[in-house]
């Protein structure tokens, strides 16, 4: 990816943090107050958590992130805007709650860590920031130990193409050009005063899948759901498991899992709600 996309895409989400942080979407005071935790179809997805490494890469501000350490994980935290790094740190300090926050792009992960991890986790609104898709599972599969899996939860493809009024007006395919998204507020507040464009890239169900192979994971599963969490509802939702393979061999528990989501509405453009 050129450095003007990282960068512009970096200080986009800097600008975002301040107004995420006060939104009714994130509701920050209320986390605080432990009114949110992991929803039922997460913690079925990871399982028993207590003792495990977990990264959560992309993490944005951490509340999903301290989520899984009161879980009992032992979790790391890496995201692109450091501002949020900020704010995540702040808040697991007042929810008194250990998790290593780090800054950093999400396909040099695998550098700025130095450890692996039981399960690698890449959550709701992710793809579209990543232009290269096989790169990116390349990181995953170099943090996980031998049994590792690794959880991604996203939005269904088939959401870029509608527009507000729900008729498709975009291409299911694309060219991996980037697209370039004018600031008009944020999904968590419309009025958000954000002044830095973004840059997007759309992948279909076989360029995710294509890219999992790529990299060298097996896939296991990929499943849909009926349900999502964006402030205007869903449609759809998959997971789906992939087994990572060591140098020599697949080993029965090396596995990764991955989810996407649809609605009924296109969601608003760079969607991250944790």
Known sequence: MQPKYIESNRKNWNERVPFHMTSEL????DFKKGKRELRPFEKELFGHLKGKKVVHLMCHIGLDTISLAKEGAEVTGLDLADDAIVEAKKLAQECKVKVNFVAGNVYEADKILTEKFDIVYLSYGVLCWLNDLTKLFEVVKNLLVPGGRFVLIDDHPFLAMLNKDLQIEHAYFSNNEPERVEPEGTYADRTADIKTESYQWWHNVADIINS??????????????????????????QHCPVRRRSHRQIHATDRADHSERGWDERRPSGSRPG
């Open 212 to 237: 999992v192979k790529a990299a060298g994971l097996t896939l296991e599963s990929f499943n849909e759901y009926p349900f999502g969490f964006w402030p205007r509802g869903c449609t759809a939702v």
């Open 26 to 29: 994130y509701a920050i005071e």
